[in-house]
C-alpha cells in the first residue's frame, strides 16, 4: 500500500481523498503483519512457558496474529485519515475531527473483527469458546492499547508520505531543470539558426545607412535574445518580462517578413506579474510564422491573455494554413510538446496546452495556468 497526494482543486471548496492501493505493497504488509503477529505470539508463549500452568500452546499465538492482521486490513481507514487531516499550522478542528472519528473507528472495527477471528479459531481448534473477559475492563484496555498502535502508525505513514512526496519534488525538479535547459538550447539554436542570422544581419545590413536608430534597435534586440537564452536559470519569470522577451523577437521577424507579418497583441490588464515559464510565448509565436513562412499572404498573428478565476489563459492565433496542412518549411514540431512537458512539471494537471483552429481556419494554441496565489 501506498500514500499518493492528489494536487489541490482549483476551487475553494473541500474535496475528499482516498489512498491509491496496490495489492503487491497490501500483501507485504499482509505477510509482515502476520510475521509481526508470530513473532509477539511467540514472546507471549514464553512468558507462559515460565509459569507453572502455561496451558495450551495456540491461544497466545491467535491473539497476536489475530490483532495484527486485524490492523493490516484497516490500513486503508488511517491512510485516508493522513491523507484529509491537514497540518496543524492550518487548524486543529479538521485535524482533530477526522483522526478522532477514524480512531474511534479503527478500535471499533478493530476489537469487533478481532474478536470474530479468536471465536472462529478457537472452535476451528477444538479450544472450545472463546473469553473475551468483561467489556467493562476489557474494552478500555483495548482500546488505550489501539490508542497507541493508531498514533504510531498514522505517524509513519505520514512520514513515508512526506519522503515520497520529497522525493516526486526532487524527481520533478531535476526533470525541470533538464527541459529548461532544453528549451535554452532549443531557442539559442533557433536564434543562430544560418537562415535566421543570415536574414536577420541581412535586414540589419540593408536599414543600417537608412535608419540608424533602427538598426541600433534591431542590433540590440538580437543581443538581448541571445542573452537570454543563455543565461536565463530560473525556469519561469513573468508575462510582463515574457512580452518584453517576445517583442524582441517579434521585431526581428518583421524584419525579415515587413509587411507579410502582423502581430497584434490582447492582454487582459493585471496579468504582467502572472509567472509563465521562460520562452513559452516565444515558443508559440515562432510556430506560427514556422509553420507558414512559406505562404506569400500576409499572416496575422493575435496574442491574447485572459483570467479566468483561478487560472489565466495564453492564446495565440493565426490566419495561416492551420495544424491539418503540414508546411514544407516547418521543422519536426517539437517546440509545443516540450512546452506541454514543462507545464505539467511545473504545474500537474493545474496547467495545460490544447490546439485548435481559429475562426478563419489558422491554428490556434491555448495554453492555461494557475493564478498566483489561487489554491
Known sequence: MSVVFEPGPESTSVRWRWPRLRARSALKVLGFCLVLGVWQGSAVRLSQLSSRHPGHWAPAFIWEVTSALTVATLLPLM????????GLRVGWGRFLGIHLGAFALFTT???????ALRHGAYAFLGLGAYDFGEPTYQLPMEAQKDLISYALICALISLMAAWRERQKRALRAA???????????QSLTGQ???????????????????????????????????????????????LGEERLHT???IAL????????????????AGLEAERVPCFALQTLVENAVKHNQDLRAPLEVRIRGRAQGPRWTLEVE??????????????PGVGLAQLGRVL????????????????????RVTVWLPREGAS
Open 109 to 115: 472495527l478493530h476489537v469487533a473483527v478481532m474478536t
Open 175 to 185: 526533470s525541470l531543470e533538464g527541459e529548461l535547459r532544453a528549451a535554452q538550447l
Open 344 to 363: 505539467a512539471l511545473l504545474h500537474g494537471d493545474r496547467a495545460g496546452l490544447a490546439r485548435g483552429a481559429g475562426p478563419e481556419g489558422g491554428a
Open 192 to 238: 543562430l539558426h544560418p537562415h535566421f542570422l543570415f536574414n536577420a544581419l541581412n535586414t540589419i545590413s540593408s536599414v543600417m545607412y537608412e535608419d540608424l536608430p533602427r538598426t541600433d534597435r534591431l542590433l540590440s534586440d538580437l543581443g538581448q535574445l541571445l542573452r537570454a537564452s543563455l543565461e536565463r536559470t530560473e525556469p519561469t519569470w513573468t
Open 79 to 86: 491512510m485516508t485519515a493522513v491523507l484529509n487531516a491537514p
Open 247 to 249: 517583442e524582441r523577437f
Open 318 to 331: 493565426d490566419t495561416g494554413r492551420g495544424f491539418g496542412a503540414a508546411s514544407p518549411s516547418a521543422g
Open 253 to 268: 521577424l518583421a524584419a525579415r517578413f515587413g509587411d507579410r507579418l502582423d502581430v497584434r497583441w490582447d492582454m487582459e
